[in-house]
Structure formats: C-alpha cells, structure tokens
C-alpha cells in the first residue's frame, strides 16, 4: 500500500465566528488521483487554501510528506512540493503565455539562479517551459498576452504553471469550471494523462458528477467543513448517506447536509 502524502489532521477554520473546516480528518496517498466534491460553500476552497498556506488553521494538523505545514506561508508549501491551480485562475494577465510559466520555472529553481547563471541554464529553463506548454497544448500560444486566452485556455496555463513549480502533489479547484462540455473533456482527459505520464498525486475539486465518477480512484464528500463519506466511485455511489443528500433523484445537499 502506498504511503501518505498528506494527512490532514482534525483541521478546523473559522471565519468570523462561522466554522467553515470543522474538525476535518483525512490521508491521501502518494500517487492518488482523488476528487473533493461537495455543494458551493461547504469548504473545499478553504481546505485548499489551508493546506497551500493562504489560511492559517484555528487548529489541526497538515502533514505533507511527514512535516506538519498547517501555516506555512504559500511560497514556503511550494519549495515543499505543494501546487495549485485555482478557481479563478492565478496568472499574471500582462506577461505572455510563455514568461508565465519561465517565471514559474525560475521559482522553483530561485535558489539556484543569480547574475552569474550561465546562459545554458536559462536556455534550459526556457526549453522546460516549452515541454510543459506542450504537455497542456498551449505551445502555440506562448507569446500570447496571457489576459489575451479564452478562459479555457487561461486554465490551462493555470495548470502549467503549478505544474512547471514540479509538485509532488497538485490541487486542482475546479479545473473545468466555465468550459464549455468539448472543452471540459479535453481537459479532463488531459489531466488524466498528465497523472498518469507524471506520476503526480492530484486532489481536484468538481462539481460535474460524470467527470468525478468517471476518472476518479477515490472520492471525498465534504458538507459543512465535515467529512460526510469517503471511498471508491463504487462505494460513494452506493453510500446511503450521500445518496440521501447529494446524489439522490433531488440532490438536498445545499440544505440537508
Ligand atoms: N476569506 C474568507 N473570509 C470570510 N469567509 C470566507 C472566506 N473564505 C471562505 N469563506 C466562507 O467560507 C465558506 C466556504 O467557502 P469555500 O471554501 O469557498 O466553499 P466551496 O469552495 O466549497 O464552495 C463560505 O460560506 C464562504 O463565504
Ligand atoms: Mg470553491
């Protein structure tokens, strides 16, 4: 059995008084593509937020690869081997599709860049960014102005430049949120293959039932900042409890959970 990567340990976060994380426990295992669903406002965004260190936790643990992280600064998760892409896509609009992920590419490698780097490597880093380009199909756009890309393609450079930062585990929040149906397939597909090919353990949040169903090995159900039900699509799918809020003929899950 694979090891834990994350483990997420009686996590809770409130916010003015309102308990959005509440006493939430779960482990994800090195190399597992999993999904988090759950309805708008029941904490998938804060877990993410918390575990990638843009909330601190009231209390709880977050250990990542064996080091407890709840807290740490963004950037700091990052050096660690966390990334993200976002609900609202985190790109730099003004920069070109290309200078978005160099810069991505440098950050992952700051401490080993200064004014005496040779050419060769920034030439390297230069062909890294055109690789992960490819790998999500953009590379005829790389001197785009990023603000310039249909929102599809926004969140596909969204996606490449959390992956050119190499994580070990990758956060998706919503990756097909806006596309249109053709569009969200590809990127499902392409997700897929890029967890396959990389190796990467991903955890992604979607509200599209066919497209959690269909590509996830385990599922999450998240009501109130509370773990309602985890297990395999098979197990979720016959799991009374969900059924009964979530996935029943009239979802209720927005009120009953
Ligand atoms: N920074 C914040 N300040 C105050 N309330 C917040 C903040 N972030 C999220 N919330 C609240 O926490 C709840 C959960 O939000 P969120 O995690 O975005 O839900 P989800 O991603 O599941 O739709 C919502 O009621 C939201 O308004
Ligand atoms: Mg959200």
Known sequence: ???DILRVEKLSKSFSGRLVIDNLSFRVAEGELSAIIGPNGAGKTT????????HVPDSGKIIFNGQNIAGLQPFKTVRLGLARAFQRTNIFPKMTVLENVVSACITRQERNLNFRTPYKKLTQIHQRAYEILDSVGLTAMAQRLSGTLAHGNQKLLDIAVALALEPRLLLLDEPTAGMSPDER???????????ERLKVTMVFIEHDMDIVFGISQKIRVLCYGNLLAEGTPKEISNNLKVIEVYLGEKPMMDEAC
């Open 1 to 3: 059995m694979a090891a």
């Open 47 to 54: 877990l993410f937020n918390l575990i990638t260190g843009y």
């Open 185 to 195: 397939w590809q990127t499902v597909a392409l997700v897929k293959d890029l967890w």
